[in-house]
């Protein structure tokens, strides 16, 4: 077998060409009647907005004509000038229609009305120029001369107008194309239940927009824009100000139940009564049981964070002690999912009951928990709620997870839910995280178990990440309570057995978070695309630790960790072997990344996009990628509704991959032999394009000949710049042991 190779060198960076005059697509075209159209729009939202209004500004949306990429989001329209910009003032983001035949972008912008009122008379203006001047339409040769002409150029100072620029108008005929028209939204009617209820941001704090509307909150009730509030709050607020709700949610999270056989014959454990040095795994679930404690509980810090005036049955200790017990001991009860990753020590807080519970409670105490627990790298959820989550936004649960994995750099784990008796059928949360590693649950002959339910989140991201085994039917898991051994099966089950994997990967090989869910999608990949990605995400990871940290002797696995500092981040220095004329192999690659993300943006949730492009150099000097995208050249045409689906831009994990098969042949080697990488970075925001973000990828090369190519891959990369080192399984173990010796001084 060939381990896992660690390539480390610097990529180079270019900022990227800047963006010409404002253009309309082929055979476009912007009529005195489209403008109009828009106008008025603004106008009627104008009117539409409460005089006696408790912000300064407007929250004016703004509906596209379709889903838009971000250089054909407006501009000029609602521009307030210099650091006031419309990207600046985008409050959210929603789709209409996303799996009809016409989806489109919704936008939620918060301007003055001074703002508005502007753009309304430089759209009055508009409609001056083109009927007057253009024969009532513009279209894209028109718009091509506007900005090329001489003679035009010199006409616009003296007949066209006198308040519009050649490249303000420009762009407002832009703007048009792409906008079907301006409203005013406001929210759903009052809920029966608490509500945790997110509101727009503007000038003003949450706390202070609800005291002076009365409705008096317990500081203890905020959570960043979010507050909880019940039900009579609510009714007050949407009857007050219901412009100001961004989105809201019921608060109650009834958890999806584990699913229980009968008592299970325990097998002999060759646990040690005491840990030593063992690495840590955090559990955030219901209560560890200590009042009849496990046999494995000398290796559990348990820790109950619920209020002590709570009486807790049994009930509520069983399904965190049984996920705990596999954290620390799989292998004992369980010899078919030995993953030969060793046993765990566990640092196990409760947070909440078997049954309904707070989610905001449970949110509280994750923010806490993890803030005073940093010396943790990941983290166990495997509560989830029965109520599947909106296809417009994130749920707050999975935001707070987004959160702080970014914040602290860890890695959660999350189980996938379970469908209970016919019940919702979508993932419910925290499942929508983006960052986190969402798990579903597979039965021994790898078909999804009857109870996953499915993605994807947010109309396109894909999750769950991957798929592992959860127990089914007659061939459940064995896990441990205070009663005994018990069998069960469930996503809350399938998650902590990929929780092991991830903490070996992070403590005992030394990866970072990035590279090591890059690792475990990578290996879950394999050569064939996964059946039902909704409800397998990328596949299902191996058993074995080794299977992932080793490949077949025909293949080379390497992975490398970077910074996007730049718009192109890339490296062209991959010798992929050649044989004769060709390269004889085939590849995938997985990037991941931890962006900062964003709730109030809706739909349009993470700030930061990398894009990833990896394969031979063509004679053009660009990289001949895996998977065809041109997304960021100049002679790009793919729009945004298909980059979203097919493409996974703005998401956080990018998968490119050739298949193999039994036709699959050597191609072609050109003037230059080497492969490059390239790593596109964008932001949402013109005042983030320079923030950088961090990256792991993970690539895989098959030889199609069945020669083994390694040593040769190395000796090229090291002659190359990079510095290469194998990860060897045992090496990584004995680093990871002489870390943890405790070392004495003598005074």
């Avoid at 005089?51 to 004016?60: F, H, P, Y």
């Amino acid at each position: 077998m060939n381990s896992l190779i660690r390539l480390t060198g610097d990529f180079q960076t270019s900022k990227g060409s800047r963006p010409g005059p404002a253009t309309l697509p082929a055979k476009a075209a912007v009529n005195v009647e489209k403008i109009e159209s828009i106008r008025r729009s603004l106008e009627t939202a104008l009117d539409k907005w409460p005089k006696d209004a408790i912000v300064q500004g407007i929250l004016i949306s703004v509906e596209y004509r379709q889903i838009v990429a971000k250089s054909n989001r407006i501009r000029e329209m609602l521009n307030g000038g210099k650091d006031h910009e419309p990207e600046l003032s985008i409050r959210g983001a929603r789709y209409i229609d996303f799996y009809g035949n016409h989806p489109r972008h919704v936008m939620t912008h918060y301007v003055p009305k001074s703002t508005v009122l502007a753009t309304i008379e430089r759209l009055r203006e508009c409609e001056r120029i083109v009927a007057n001047h253009f024969d009532g339409v513009m279209h894209a040769g028109k718009m091509v001369n506007l900005s090329k002409n001489e003679k035009l150029r010199q006409k616009w100072d003296t007949v066209f107008s006198n308040t519009l620029t050649r490249s303000c108008f420009a762009q407002l005929m832009r703007d048009c194309y792409y906008v079907n028209e301006f409203r005013i939204e406001t929210a759903p009617a009052a809920k029966s239940n608490n509500s945790i209820v997110t509101l727009f941001e503007t000038e003003r704090s949450p706390q202070d927009v609800l005291e002076e509307l009365h409705i008096h909150v317990s500081p203890a009730n905020f959570l960043e824009n979010s507050a909880l509030l019940d039900e009579a709050q609510y009714r007050t607020l949407i009857e007050r100000a219901p412009y100001l709700v961004a989105m809201s949610v019921v608060d109650m999270s009834d958890y999806t139940p584990m699913n229980e056989g009968g008592p299970a014959s325990p097998a002999i454990s060759r646990l040690p009564e005491y840990p030593t040095n063992e690495p840590i795994i955090g559990v955030i679930d219901t209560p560890f049981e200590e009042k009849y404690p496990p046999y494995f509980c000398n290796w559990v810090d348990a820790r109950n964070c619920l209020p002590s005036e709570i009486n807790l049955t049994p009930r509520d200790y069983r399904h965190g002690t049984c996920v705990s017990s596999l954290i620390v001991d799989v292998q004992a009860q369980n010899p078919s999912l030995d993953d030969h990753c060793g046993h765990f020590r566990v640092r196990h807080f409760g947070v909440a009951t078997a049954g309904k519970s707070s989610s905001f409670a449970v949110m509280k105490h994750i923010e806490r928990i993890v803030a005073e627990n940093q010396d943790i790298k990941v983290w166990n959820i495997s509560l989830g709620s029965k109520e599947e989550v909106a296809q417009n936004s994130i749920s707050p649960e999975a935001a707070l997870l987004d959160k702080l994995q970014q914040k602290y750099d860890v890695l959660f784990v999350v189980a996938g839910t379970n469908q209970e008796n016919g019940g919702p059928t979508y993932l419910g949360s925290p499942a929508d995280s983006i960052n986190a590693l969402v798990v579903n649950a597979v039965s021994s002959n790898n078909e999804p178990a009857s109870y996953t339910r499915r993605g994807p989140v947010l109309s396109f991201h894909h999750k769950p990440d991957l798929a592992y085994y959860g127990g089914e039917g007659n061939d459940p898991i064995t896990a441990c309570s205070g009663t005994g051994a018990q069998s069960v099966s469930g996503t809350s089950f399938a998650a902590p057995l990929i929780a092991r994997k991830a903490a070996y990967l992070i403590y005992k090989m030394h990866l970072s978070c990035e590279l090591t869910k890059a690792l475990l999608i990578d290996s879950a990949c394999a050569w064939t695309a996964p059946k039902d990605m909704n409800r397998l995400g990328y596949g299902i990871v191996p058993v074995k630790i080794e299977q992932i940290l080793e490949t077949r002797n025909d293949e080379i696995r390497f992975m490398l960790s970077g910074m996007a500092t730049e718009r192109e981040n890339y490296n062209y220095s991959f010798p992929i072997p050649v044989s004769g004329a060709s390269h004889p192999s085939v590849a995938r690659a997985t990037l991941c990344s931890f962006p900062t993300c964003n709730r109030n943006q809706g739909v349009d949730y993470t700030n930061t996009e990398l894009d990833l492009h990896f394969g031979r150099i063509g004679n053009d000097g660009r990289i001949k990628s895996l998977q065809p995208n041109n997304q960021g050249e100049e002679d790009c045409t793919t729009d945004e509704e298909k980059a979203r689906k097919q493409l996974r831009k703005w998401d956080n994990v990018k998968h490119i991959a050739e298949p193999l098969t039994s036709r699959s042949k050597p191609r072609k080697v050109y003037a230059n032999p080497l492969w490059g990488m390239m790593i596109r970075k964008s932001s949402r925001y013109q005042s983030g394009s320079h923030e950088p973000q961090r990256f792991g990828v993970v690539v895989t090369i098959h030889n199609l000949k069945g020669e083994n190519r390694i040593d040769t891959f190395m000796r090229q990369c090291a002659a190359l710049g990079w510095i290469v080192e194998r990860v060897e399984i045992e090496n990584e173990l004995k680093i990871y042991e002489h870390s943890q010796v405790e070392v004495e001084f003598e005074w």
